[in-house]
């Protein structure tokens, strides 16, 4: 029996009625004083939205309902959204690895929504994509690895729960440094969390600077050793999820354009895009983003690049829907307490957060450049 029937059956109606009913009322406090919602965030995981997908790669993995959970959150605040994505996609690595000990000891607890944590893969991301360099180094030792380095930002961290991450281990005789990505616990000695970050927006995120100094890692953590295997399995999921952030704040801006249409409609006809317009495309997004949810371990090229061109295309339609929600909202959307702005500011993360618009169509351009 996979986690996701053994935990908790899924709820969405649950899910959209914490959404609406208590993160609605709470989105501007999250904003304005980075408030991290965690009685919110447990109340999730109590309603099964981090256990749905969690069907495992011998088991029926369906993202859709995470997608659908997650969209339901941003469509109230995106900071909430983001966070849920963290969780499901630590949830999501422990699924996807062949790690019996963290699929029995801690996987029920993120699957519950008991243990609260993130992904610290953005900086290991953009080093496989040869953006960055990795910042986490390892050493072989008795019974596991030592762990040294910085990662600048991991979200959804409290001082008890999990990440993961990839660090580079020096091999004896080999000129490249193999990759192993394991599972980390906030508490582990040498490990410091410090909140230290001045975003525009998504301040209620628990976003942590993350230093390690000599933290020791057991076997028992470890996902993947090397990680390349692992990663090519695990990265449709973990892109393609981070659709469910875009769809919601698609919807909520359509909705906030529609709102106007009775005081403004007269005026608002003259702007070039109509809500009837984004809705259209918001559509055609969510039917090929659930379709591709069916299938999240299909590790061809052709199939991530359709996962690819789907999260591009999520995070350009945010943007441009957050834009066109300012312009017909007008004055009342640009005041301090006005939706619009902050959905605006909001949407912008959807397309930087990793992997960005620039990181995204660098690998849409190495996958067409391979099959050429």
């Known amino acids: 029996m996979n986690v996701a029937t053994r935990i908790r059956a899924f709820d969405l109606e649950q899910v959209e009625r914490i959404s609406r009913s208590e993160l609605g009322g709470l989105a501007r406090r999250i904003d304005e004083e980075r408030f991290y919602p965690e009685s919110i965030m447990r109340a999730f995981g109590n309603a099964g939205a981090y256990a749905s997908h969690l069907g495992g790669r011998s088991g029926r993995a369906d993202l859709s309902n995470a997608i659908l959970s997650m969209a339901s959150a941003a469509e109230q605040c995106l900071s909430t959204a983001f966070c849920i994505w963290c969780q499901d996609t630590l949830g999501w690595y422990v699924a996807s690895s062949d790690n019996e000990y963290l699929k029995a000891n801690i996987l029920p607890q993120i699957a519950q929504g ?40 991991v979200s959804n961290l409290l001082p008890d729960g999990y990440f993961g991450t990839m660090f580079h281990v020096a091999v004896e005789g080999e000129e490249t440094p193999k990759r192993v990505m394991a599972i980390f616990h906030c508490a582990w000695e040498g490990l410091k969390l410090r909140l230290d970050h001045d975003f525009v927006a998504m301040g209620g995120t628990a976003t942590c600077n993350v230093q390690m100094r000599d933290v020791f890692v057991p076997d028992e953590y470890v996902l993947a050793d090397p990680a390349e295997t692992f990663v090519r399995t695990m990265r449709p999921g973990f892109v393609l999820m981070q659709c469910g952030m875009a769809a919601g704040i698609i919807k909520n801006c359509i909705e906030l354009m529609k709102q106007v249409e009775a005081p403004l409609g007269h005026v608002n006809r003259f702007l070039e895009r109509q809500p009837e317009d984004i809705e259209a495309e918001y559509d055609a997004l969510m039917a090929d983003v659930l379709a591709l949810a069916k299938t999240p371990y299909d590790t061809s090229d052709a199939f991530f690049r359709r996962v690819l061109e789907a999260r591009l295309k999520g995070g350009e339609l945010a943007v441009e829907a957050a834009h066109w929600a300012q312009l017909h909202c007008g004055a009342r959307g640009y005041v301090s307490a006005g939706a619009a702005q902050r959905r605006l500011r909001e949407a912008y993360f959807v397309a930087i957060v990793t992997p960005a618009t620039k990181h995204l169509r660098k690998m849409i351009a190495e996958l067409d450049a391979k099959s050429t």
């Not at 008991?114 to 610290?120: C, Q, V």
């Not at 893969?121 to 953006?131: D, H, T, V």
């Open 114 to 153: 008991k243990s609260l944590g993130g992904t610290g893969m953005s900086n290991p991301m953009k080093a496989l994509a040869g953006i960055e360099t990795m910042r986490l180094k390892g050493v072989r030792v008795d019974g596991g690895y030592r762990v040294r380095g910085i990662l600048p930002w």
